[in-house]
Structure formats: C-alpha cells, structure tokens
C-alpha cells in the first residue's frame, strides 16, 4: 500500500502564489507518473498537471504559463507551483499516482483564492 500526502494548500488573494507538495511512501520511479487533480465545489475533478519518469510534462490549458510541475526522486515527492492565481482556482487539489497496477490518491488539499 502507497500512500500520498498533499500539503501546502491554504488562502490566498488573487495573483498570489501557492506552493503544493506530494510526498510518496514509496520511491516513485516505481510510477509511469505522477500528476495534480483538482475539484471545484459542485464539479467532478481535472487533471491539471502530470509529470512521468521520461520528465514529460503536461497541463490543463487554463493553468498552462502559471503552474509549473516538478518531482524531486530523492525526496520521493512532486510538486506543483502556482502562480497568478485566479479565483476559479479554488478548489481541493489531490495527487495521484499511476502505473503499478493500480492508482493511489491523496487525501487533498484545500486551495482557496480570493478576490
């Protein structure tokens, strides 16, 4: 069993910059990739950005030029750079993991933008 555990979400005013973490139980070569959802009040979840052990990066277009998504093997970790924030951000951000038969989730973390 895998676990993943998001930090670093919380309030922040519109065009401001959040900083979100992923820490992996396990060393995460072992994925074909790693990624950032996220889920708006009332609204199923998109994916926002995913990393994949080649370093491919992909975003969803409305975060593409704000968000940038990183991993760190060393650490086991992920991470996702927010900036320019925007109100229709706001949301509960998880991390998933792939590729090892099954997918893990994290629990989530709130990412609330103000404007």
């Known amino acids: 069993q895998v676990q993943l555990v998001e930090s670093g979400g919380g309030l922040v005013q519109a065009g401001g910059s959040l900083n979100l973490s992923c820490t992996a139980s396990?060393?995460?070569?072992?994925?074909?990739?790693m990624g950032w959802y996220r889920q708006p009040p009332g609204k199923q979840h998109d994916l926002v950005a995913a990393?994949?052990?080649?370093?491919?990066?992909d975003y969803l277009d409305s975060v593409k030029g704000r968000f940038t998504v990183s991993r760190d093997n060393a650490k086991n970790t992920i991470y996702l750079q927010m900036t320019n924030l925007k109100p229709e951000d706001t949301a509960v951000y998880y991390c998933?993991?792939?590729?090892?038969?099954?997918?893990?989730w994290g629990q989530g973390t709130q990412v609330t933008v103000s404007s």
């Open positions: 990393i994949r052990n080649a370093a491919t990066t």
């Open positions: 396990a060393n995460i070569f072992r994925f074909n990739g």
């Open positions: 998933r993991s792939w590729g090892t038969g099954r997918d893990y």
